[in-house]
T-cell receptor, first 115, second 111 residues
Framework: DSGVTQTPKHLITATGQRVTLRCSPR?????VYWYQQSLDQGLQFLIQ???????AKGNILERFSAQQFPDLHSELNLSSLELGDSALYFC??????????????FGPGTRLTVL | EDKVVQSPLSLVVHEGDTVTLNCSYE??????LLWYKQEKKAPTFLFML????IEKKSGRLSSILDKKELFSILNITATQTGDSAVYLC???????????FGEGTQLTVNP
């Protein structure tokens, strides 16, 4: 158990819908990262937040957005869903922005299926 | 753009065999290289390497980094069926702590 929690575990929805994925980082960690893992693309970095502020963006679509709240949990919002958005979405956390360690601890993931 | 290439993509061995997994990378302002093991769930951290030539060990697993040749290897000795998983290599560079992952090596250990 990494100490990172994600909900829900599984999500099945239809094209065009909007969903919200939630992540709580390890206790004391200030940075949260979101990754998407699909069969054809591997693990792709989406976005990073540090202490409530966006720090880095990766291959995140405009239909996707995220935020980190004062209690440091983070939400990833996916809208106008398409079949190709079906994937595992992981959240990871570390203590700092690019701090004393780059070791990222991953949550169990949310499996999103878009029908 | 940072890039990580792992080889082989897939490997099937028998219990007791020793395997070597390879990871080569291109990254701006290298900070660290990490190895993860992924079974049917989230990646779990194995090693973080920042310095060349220093071997990290954990039980039957070990890893070493060559910053001159831009690669790392992960060795697993006396493999067991429980070692069956995808092994992921990732690097962090000038972009900060975000990780760029390779495609992974699917290791299958047969009894």
């Amino acid at each position: 158990d990494s100490g990172v929690t994600q909900t829900p575990k599984h999500l099945i929805t239809a094209t065009g819908q909007r969903v919200t994925l939630r992540c709580s980082p390890r206790s004391g960690d200030l940075s949260v990262y979101w990754y998407q893992q699909s069969l054809d693309q591997g693990l792709q970095f989406l976005i990073q937040y540090y202490n409530g502020e966006e720090r880095a963006k990766g291959n995140i679509l405009e239909r996707f957005s995220a935020q980190q709240f004062p209690d440091l949990h983070s939400e990833l919002n996916l809208s106008s869903l398409e079949l190709g958005d079906s994937a595992l979405y992981f959240c990871a956390s570390t203590l700092g922005v690019a701090g004393t360690t780059d070791t990222q601890y991953f949550g169990p993931g949310t499996r999103l299926t878009v029908l | 753009e940072d890039k990580v290439v792992q080889s082989p993509l897939s490997l099937v061995v028998h219990e007791g065999d020793t395997v070597t997994l390879n990871c080569s990378y291109e990254v701006t302002n290298f900070r660290s290289l990490l190895w993860y093991k992924q079974e049917k769930k989230a990646p779990t951290f194995l090693f973080m390497l920042t310095s060349s030539g220093i071997e990290k060990k954990s039980g039957r697993l070990s890893s070493i980094l060559d910053k001159k040749e831009l690669f790392s290897i992960l060795n697993i000795t006396a493999t067991q069926t429980g070692d069956s998983a995808v092994y992921l290599c990732a690097v962090s560079g000038a972009s900060g702590s975000r990780l760029t992952f390779g495609e992974g090596t699917q290791l299958t250990v047969n009894p």
